[in-house]
């Protein structure tokens, strides 16, 4: 059996296992690379395999750094099934198509500059994929549940296992059998912190031949959850009286749902009052009946809380605004709305009309709870900035602008730590992957002295071979 690593080695993005073995060839994940300019250029370079050839894909989540390719994949001849949790199968039919409306709009935009004098960009002005792929795609997923293993070829067997990461997020457990042999791999996906909202604590695995394994925030831990919820409701507290809205730029796939859940939460608890919501965001609305739909992911805190939710007393006022007219009108509330939007960056989609209009009046806020990458409008509002450009004008931020660092879908070091050490006796073969350099270095050297492992920090396209080859190759 090999296993080549073709994505997410030292960078967080562009998740893609190819395994082979004599009778089978299949993906674990088929990721788009996201980031700046040169990295998404990747996206259109072709497959270092054929996909005609491939047996099946296994997904372990929706998120677009581990699925976003699966529409080109496609285009390019993969015709077998993409198996993955129900949840997930879900999410794609949102996420993929958005996906291709983004590929479609960029390609458009890239050609209209090519026209003019940006010729030098050379920006290629065919869409990655398009619309068509990301549907024809969706007819080859199959969702499987959770924790019943199923053989998607007569030598392989897998299992889905909660990875507490968002909804449908799943660990696989693998069995490859090759000339009578079984290698045991597993694949944890992203995990998910301990004790965040909605979703089950990432489950614990005890064996594994070959463990590939995450380290987004490998070398760093998260601020306490509970304070930085006691910072959301004095923040809410404190602006409500002021009388101007707040404005929360979140995700629309996880972070939205995780500060409904809260603010649901804090509502019954009596700690926030009267509370009047508007999510607005087309896909935030969507995924979040997908996240409703599925209570059976649920853990024990939010069943109490969807039953709190049936009885229908003491809820907050919780719109969701469809059309554009809906959305416009929200320009009018002066005060006490809570207006959560996408996209969580601020640099696309509704939420820079809301950031217009509430920016420049100093009894609002903005409280931002995701990460805020480099050159974009929630990274210049979270450094201090003034003033900001907002479609071509000049707005002068005159709001109160908070940040919350608590909230995180991924697990950090303690936590990764605590996964890792769920294993009974140290993986023979360990690939920490799905980390910026620094952070999978410093975890993989956690897991040697913490735990003994022996550990490689893969580069792209680097394989793997079971067995070993007697003169104990590897990477590094
Ligand atoms: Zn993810």
């Given at each position: 059996m090999k296993l080549t690593v073709l994505g997410a080695a030292r960078e967080v993005t562009g998740s893609c296992y190819l395994i082979e073995t004599t009778s089978a060839r299949f993906l674990v994940d088929c990721g788009m690379v996201q980031g700046g300019r040169a990295a998404k250029q990747r996206n259109y370079q072709p497959f270092g395999f054929d996909p005609a050839n491939l047996d099946f894909?296994?997904?372990?989540?929706?998120?677009?750094?581990h699925s976003g390719m699966l529409p080109k994949l496609v285009r390019d001849g993969f015709r077998g099934p993409i198996l993955t949790t129900d949840a997930t199968g879900d999410l794609l039919e949102v996420m993929l198509p958005d996906s291709a409306h983004i590929q479609e709009?960029?390609?458009?935009?890239?050609?209209?500059?090519?026209?003019?004098t940006s010729k030098?960009?050379?920006?290629?002005?065919?869409?990655?994929?398009?619309?068509?792929?990301?549907?024809?795609?969706?007819?080859?997923v199959r969702p499987m549940p959770y924790d019943k293993s199923f053989a998607p070829h007569p030598d392989v067997v897998c299992a889905f296992r909660d990875a507490g990461h968002i909804l449908g997020?799943?660990?696989?457990?693998?069995?490859?059998?090759?000339?009578?042999?079984?290698?045991?791999?597993?694949?944890?996906g992203d995990l998910g912190q301990p004790g965040r909202a909605i979703l089950r604590n990432p489950t614990l695995i005890s064996e594994a031949d070959i463990l590939v394994m995450e380290s987004t925030y490998g070398d760093r831990a998260h601020r306490d959850q509970a304070a930085t919820i006691d910072e959301m409701v004095e923040i809410i507290n404190h602006v409500s009286p002021r009388g101007g809205n707040i404005v929360m730029p979140a995700f629309a796939v996880g972070r939205t749902q995780e500060i409904l859940y809260h603010l649901h939460c804090l509502s019954r608890q009596n700690r926030l009052h009267d509370l009047s919501i508007y999510v607005d965001s087309p896909m935030a609305d969507r995924a979040t009946r997908i996240t409703t739909r599925h209570l059976e992911l649920f853990d024990e805190e939010a069943h109490?809380?969807?039953?709190w939710h049936d009885a229908g007393r003491g809820l907050p006022a919780l719109h969701f605004t469809a059309s554009v007219e809906e959305s416009k009108a929200l320009n009018q509330v002066r005060s006490g709305a809570i207006i959560i939007s996408a996209s969580g960056m601020c640099d696309a989609g509704r939420i820079r009309h809301h950031l217009r209009w509430n920016l420049p009046r100093p009894e609002c806020a903005v409280l931002i709870t995701g990460f805020q990458a480099q050159g974009t409008l929630g990274r210049r509002l979270v450094d201090g900035a003034e003033r900001v450009r907002i479609f071509g004008e000049d707005i002068a931020v005159r709001a109160s602008v908070h940040t919350l660092n608590g909230f995180s879908a991924h697990a950090d070091r303690p936590a990764l730590l605590a996964w890792a050490a769920g294993f009974s006796k140290p993986p023979a073969q360990v690939l920490v992957t799905h980390g910026e350099a620094a952070a999978a270095q410093s975890f993989a050297q956690a897991l040697r002295t913490d735990l003994g492992w022996s550990v490689v920090v893969p580069e792209l396209g680097a394989t793997l071979?079971?067995?070993p080859a007697a003169?104990?190759?590897?990477?590094q």
């Open positions: 894909v296994l997904l372990t989540h929706a998120h677009i750094d709009a960029d390609a458009e935009r890239a050609a209209r500059g090519h026209h003019g030098a960009r050379q920006t290629p002005v065919a869409p990655i994929y398009t619309m068509r792929d990301a549907e024809a795609c969706l007819r080859q997020s799943a660990i696989i457990e693998l069995w490859v059998t090759e000339a009578g042999e079984t290698v045991k791999l597993v694949f944890s109490a809380l969807a039953d071979d079971w067995p003169s104990g190759k590897t990477d």
